[in-house]
Nanobody, 121 residues
C-alpha cells in the first residue's frame, strides 16, 4: 500500500521560510517522479515543482527562485524548501508520485493528505 506523508507545514510571516518533507512508502521511490502541488481555498490544485528519477527539476514560474525541490532516495523522501514566502503562497501543499516529469494532476498516481502552509502579512 502506497503512502505519502507530508510534514513541515505551519504558520510563518511573509518573507520567512519553511521546509516541507514527504516520506514515501510502499513504492520503489527512486523509480518515480515526485511532485509538489498546492491548493488554496476556492482555487484549483496547482503545480508547484517536480523532480524526476534522474534529478531533473521543474518549478512553477510563481515559485521559481524562491522554492527548491530535492529528493533523497536513500530516505525515500522528497523535500520542498520554501524561502521568501508570500501571503499568496498560503495553501494546502500535497506531494505526489508519478512516472512522468509532468505538471498536470492526472500525470500523478499517488497523493499525500497534504500539509497546511499559512503565510501572514
Amino acid at each position: 500500500q502506497v503512502q505519502l506523508v507530508e510534514s513541515g507545514g505551519g504558520l510563518v510571516q511573509a518573507g520567512g521560510s519553511l521546509s516541507l518533507s514527504c516520506a514515501a512508502s510502499g513504492l520503489t521511490f527512486r523509480s518515480y517522479t515526485m511532485g509538489w502541488f498546492r491548493q488554496a481555498p476556492g482555487k484549483e490544485r496547482e503545480f508547484v515543482a517536480a523532480i524526476t528519477r534522474s534529478g531533473g527539476k521543474t518549478h512553477a514560474d510563481s515559485v521559481k527562485g524562491r522554492f527548491t525541490i530535492s529528493r533523497d532516495n536513500a530516505k525515500n523522501t522528497v523535500y520542498l524548501q520554501m524561502n521568501s514566502l508570500k501571503p499568496e503562497d498560503t495553501a494546502v501543499y500535497y506531494c505526489a508520485a508519478g512516472d512522468r516529469a509532468g505538471t498536470l494532476r492526472n500525470e500523478y498516481y499517488y497523493w499525500g493528505q497534504g500539509t497546511q502552509v499559512t503565510v501572514s502579512s
